[in-house]
């Protein structure tokens, strides 16, 4: 979707480096959801902002937004295999009550 | 933990084919989710129902029906299979929107690759 765009569109990384995935709105973001997809499976949620200025973790993934909701940063630490997968986000835009407008995912490839 | 389940992992069907897509939820969710994803397009929703029986349409409807007779479970029906329907299918289920809050994010089932030949 225009409305959100996602960056790179695909990623190699080598073992042990660290990497950041960006989420970038065209208007006001009300919530925004990362997932993880392994090839040929379905989604993983891996966390949800909501706040301007929140940051969550999780293992080694830490997301961010923005102070002002439009952009949301995802960042890996020292970057391991488990990690390769698509990256997707998820945006509430308060348009609707039951979509999420989705990004068209970062492709994630750890060389060992 | 919410379990989505799809019927088939991969499917082939022939041009003109009736097909149908399971899906279901065992956690009581409300809402359940179609999408189909292709590369480069993401996520696009086809349709999604708030309540048994209930239904509405996403972005991209055409050539798919949906039906929702029980709670836990959604069917995306394609009437008449065509070549541009290959695509990876992907169902979801979520609590409630009745707040955007943790706990309302979107499960997905591990998908179904559809192949129209």
């Known amino acids: 979707s225009q409305e959100l765009e996602q960056s790179p569109q695909s990623l190699i990384v080598q073992e042990g480096k660290n990497l950041t995935i960006n989420c970038t709105s065209s208007?006001?973001?009300?919530?925004l959801y990362w997932y993880k997809q392994k090839y040929g499976e379905g989604l993983i949620f891996l966390m949800m902002?909501?706040?301007g200025g929140e940051e969550k973790s999780h293992e080694k993934i830490t997301a961010k937004l923005d102070e002002k909701k439009q952009q949301s940063s995802l960042h890996i630490t020292a970057s391991q295999p488990s990690h390769a997968g698509i990256y997707l986000c998820?945006?509430?835009?308060?348009?609707?009550?039951?979509?999420?407008?989705w990004g068209a995912g970062t492709k994630l490839i750890i060389k060992p | 933990d919410v379990k989505v389940t799809q019927s088939s992992r991969y499917l082939v069907k022939r041009t003109g084919e009736k097909v149908f897509l399971e899906c279901v939820q065992d956690m009581d969710h409300e809402n359940m989710f179609w999408y189909r994803q292709d590369p480069g397009l993401g996520l696009r929703l086809i349709y999604f129902s708030y309540d048994v029986k209930m239904k509405e349409k996403g972005d991209i409807p055409e050539g798919y029906s949906v039906s929702r007779e029980k709670k836990e479970r959604f069917s995306l029906i394609l009437e008449s299979a065509s070549t541009n329907q290959t695509s990876m299918y992907l169902c979801?289920?979520?609590?409630?929107?009745?707040?955007?809050?943790?706990?309302?994010?979107?499960?997905f089932g591990p998908g179904t690759r559809l192949t129209v030949l």
């Open positions: 902002l909501q706040k």
């Open positions: 998820g945006a509430d835009f308060r348009d609707s009550n039951y979509q999420l407008i």
């Open positions: 208007k006001t973001l009300y919530g």
């Open positions: 979801a289920s979520s609590l409630s929107t009745s707040g955007r809050r943790e706990g309302d994010e979107q499960f």
